[in-house]
Structure formats: C-alpha cells, structure tokens
C-alpha cells in the first residue's frame, strides 16, 4: 500500500525559506512521477513542481511553475525514497496546503498533465506552509 507523507511546513516571514519533504511509503517506481501541488484561497489546486523520473537514481526532467521558477527546487532521493522541495525567497502568495502526489505511469502522460494533477494516483494528507508579509 502507497502512502505518500508531507512534512516541513510551517510559518515564515516573507524572503524566509522553507524545505518540504514527502516520505513515498511503499512507492518504489523510479520511472514515474512524482509532484507538489498545492490550494491556495484563489486556486483549489496548482501544480508547483514536478519530475519525470529517469536517467538514474535522483534523474530526471523537472518542471516548474513559473510562479516559483529560480525559487524552488526539487530533488528526489531514491535511496531514501523521499522527494523534498527546497523553497527560497517564499511570498505571501506561496501560502497554502501543499501535497505531495505520484503516478507510476506518467510516461505517456501530455507535457500539460504533469501539473495538472488531474491524472496523479497517489496523494498525500498535505502540509500547510503560511508566509506572512
């Protein structure tokens, strides 16, 4: 059974950073993908960063939304088998629940699924990140 597990929100003042991680409990693909979205008051989801895995252990293509691109980072370690979200130089408009989701089968996805979120599998409980100005 698949358990996806968010953890390292909190609350920081605007220009704080903060790193996020997703324990992938049972969730072994190294080939899928695996993601961040978050709900913010004005979007009920947004895909923020996500990787298609390949190309070796932590390889793979990285998409980002343009919001948070030269922001954040995503790196995904198979050995622990997390995927953590470096987030720097955080907004006030960075403020929401975020969740960690995956899918094995994401290969022959649309570039415009993979943060989407519409196709995921598995998703997370969520984590709340609130940055005040």
């Known amino acids: 059974q698949v358990r996806l597990v968010e953890s390292g929100g909190g609350s920081v003042q605007a220009g704080g950073s903060l790193r996020l991680s997703c324990a992938a409990l049972g969730y072994t693909d190294t080939t899928g993908c695996m993601a961040w979205f978050r709900r913010t008051p004005d979007k009920e989801r947004e895909g923020v960063a996500a990787i298609v895995q390949g190309g070796g252990p932590g390889g793979g293509r990285r998409y980002y939304a343009d919001s948070v691109q030269g922001r954040f980072t995503l790196s995904r370690d198979n050995a622990e088998n997390t995927l953590d979200l470096q987030m720097n130089s955080l907004k006030p408009e960075d403020s929401g629940i975020y969740y960690c989701?995956?899918?094995?089968?994401?290969?022959?996805?649309?570039?415009?699924?993979?943060?989407?979120?519409?196709?995921?599998?598995?998703w997370g409980q969520g984590t709340q990140v609130t940055v005040s100005s």
């Open positions: 989701a995956a899918d094995p089968s994401c290969n022959n996805w649309y570039q415009g699924d993979i943060l989407s979120g519409s196709e995921y599998k598995y």
